[in-house]
């Protein structure tokens, strides 16, 4: 039955029973009631049963369950269940309830007639302010929430109040007007609105006192009973609200002691409070519960521009929609600017609105000829920081990456980290910062945007030159100390002091931590060197991937490898500075060749020993003789590689360089088994290994034990070379050296199946595959082909399967 299935006959019986009814409970003293067994008729049907076929309509399109519902509307399973049977009558409050949990605007108090409106306090008027509600796209989430809190504070009357918090620009106000339209009814004293202008370009924050007047002026009260002091209107305010069901909107607010008058003492009464700033005194002092209003996740951003530009322009640029939300930050004005935009210009293609936004100048992108703008949003909030506080904003604009702790924001401001975590704090109370993770902070693109345009405008040149060494040198520097306990013998570069003002760094990074670091930071790493690069910082641009060297060729983050490294050689030689060229020149050969990038890699390396021999640097000719050589292996030149590394080993034993010669010793090992002779091979790969485990270089044993187990393979001693890989394996596993693992499980692969266990080789050369796949590692294809091979096997191999098989890794 749908509500236009009641005649409007139907409607004046239903409200004369319900007037009967009301007039019966006032006269046994109760304002509310609830009459069972009366069935006065309509055309011969139950008019509770019309009310009760509908409730049941509406819960089973709610898809919600008796109990479901009841949750919601503190009524009993029973309760609900009589009322749907007809065998109980729906009463005024029980409508209205209902109407609130199933969000049906008011169907069934429709339906009751004037009977589900009580007139309240008798001679009180009933406000009801709230403004005219804009169309919610998305936000379930946040309304079951609401819903959710809401239930809360009816089971505690003593904490009515809801403290919905977020960023400027994401919705709170609408948010908080569209929820309170669905439970007015449950208010039958009235509404009251106002929009506190705590973050407003035309205006103050509205004083507590004038707006308590005008809240009493709107109950009635005649201005001449209005007490002329804050605290006794507060006083008359709550006596007026006593023993009432009201809801308080109070918009936008500025602070704690802004709407604590303002709150009434009232059990059944609800104060619903938006603002940008997290309101944690509210919830301290006054129990609220609070709501944290987030960005617009990709689906709901999506669902926005359709609602305004249509959805067949939009699934037709499905991925320009996509980016032009996630330039947005998921802000529905933001969305709905751009929304509006292309709506306006017709021939304006959502790919090139996309592009328009991935430009330095988004925010004058996101103007309109409104009131409102994404700038003009962020400008109200940050017009009410205090100096410290809008310094650290606008100087994290020049922040280089996309996360920052409180050490990288304090090397910007140069200020003490203790200090910059306090501001911090408070830039996230206000939602100009985002809490992502323990000590890990970050902004939004337009806030990030607003931020940059804001340093620009107030901070002079000098004062954006020196944030932005202090912070480059902060990387730099934190990246040096993580680098040590990667490889402790490993020569580095000497740095420069960091400037003044940059916090110390850690005072030591266990292993794991080193790793964890570099991981975490990798992004802000990458963003930092070119940061160096921009602003004429040549030397950390070209330190820094260099310090990261073994990360790089542990964890083989090959985007991140070119990239620094591409970056830091043309400030090299952008500065003259030979070395620096020559030793970012020597690693990324080292990156082209572990790609298959043969041509590149010995273009690189070539320059790299020509310099080097030309300023007699023999200890960098000593690295650069012997990446030549290990590229001459990949390309089968076995007796040109054993050259280039015995000249690697001469040199590193001249600069009394330990590492360095045991690296040597391993390559030169390696060509020798590639020139068939074994013998020769495990001598240096011997002594080798000695030098690495003196040195407690998990690395290089691994590296040592992995040629040593290839050199028994080679001389088809597999079960020998088995043991090597097994402890090659451990090694590589215990610092974490996946690409080493799957080097080592393809070796292993070959001797299982040499000696017939196919089962094991397929089993090692499927964890190597999973890797070099999860390292986009060209080396993928091969093993691919080898185990599509091993599928396909010959009859030898497959007599071999039928026995017992294990994998020896």
Known sequence: MGRDDISSTSRENIRDYFSVGTAWGMQKGGGVFELEGITNRVGGKPVAGAVAVELRRLREAAKLSLRELAERT???????????????????????????????????????????RKPGRRGAMRPAQLPQVRPLVGREGALRLLDEQFAESMEDPSAGVIAIDGPAGVGKTTLAVAWAH??????????FFVD?????????????????????????????????????RAARWRTTLDGTKTLVVLDNAASDRQVRPLIPAAECCLVLVTSRRRLSGLAIRDGARRVTVEPL???????????????????????AAGEITRFC????????????????????SLEALAAELSSADKLSVLSSHGDETVRGVFSWTYQSLNGDEARLFRTLGLHPGPTWTPEAAAALLNAPVSQVRQLIDRLVAIHFAEEIGPNRYRQHDLLKAYAVERAVIEEVDDERAAANRRVVDWYLHTAYRAARPLSPYQRYPALDPPAAGVPDQPAAFTYDEALTWYETELANLVAAGQRAADVGLHAQAWQLPVVMWNFFHLRKRWSARISTHTVGLAAAKASGDRRGTAWVANNLAMAHR????????????????????????????????????????????????????????????????????????????DAHRMLGDSAHALTHLDQALELMRRGGDRYGEGYCLAKMGATYQAMGLHDDALRQFDQALE???????????AEVLVAAGHSHLAVGDTGAASAAWQQALAIFDELDDPRAATVRSQLEALSVPSPRQEVQRSGPSSVHL
Not at 297 to 319: S, Y
Not at 731 to 741: S, T
């Open 329 to 348: 930050g998921g802000l529905p004005l933001a969305v709905r600017i751009a929304a509006e935009h292309v709506s306006t210009h017709p021939h304006l």
């Open 594 to 669: 572990e790609l298959g990038q043969f041509d590149l890699a010995r273009a690189q390396v070539s320059l790299a020993l020509r310099l080097r021999q030309e300023d007699s640097d023999e200890w960098g000719q000593a690295w650069s003789n012997l990446n030549l050589g290990f590229l001459e292996v990949d390309l089968g030149h076995a007796d040109r590689a054993a050259e280039l590394h015995s000249t690697a080993v001469r040199l590193f034993q001249l600069a009394a360089d330990d590492y360095g010669t045991a690296c040597g010793l391993a390559a030169l090992g």
């Open 182 to 191: 669905l439970v007015k009814d449950r208010f039958p004293d009235g509404v």
């Open 74 to 116: 503190h009524y009993s399973v029973g309760h609900i269940s009589n009322v749907e049977h007809g065998t109980k009558p729906m009463t005024p409050d029980f409508a209205i309830a209902c109407d609130s949990a199933l969000r049906t605007h008011g169907r069934l108090a429709e339906l009751l007639g004037d009977g589900a």
């Open 297 to 319: 996740p990709p689906t709901e951003g999506l669902a926005l521009l359709r609602a305004v530009v249509g959805g067949a322009r939009v699934d037709n640029e499905l991925d």
């Open 731 to 741: 090694a590589r596993a215990e610092i974490g050296d996946r690409w080493g693992q």
């Open 196 to 232: 506190l202008h705590g973050h407003a370009p035309e205006a103050a924050p509205l004083d507590p006192g004038q707006v308590l007047e005008d809240f009493l002026r709107a109950q009635g009260v005649q201005p001449a009973d209005i007490p002329a002091d804050l605290e006794r």
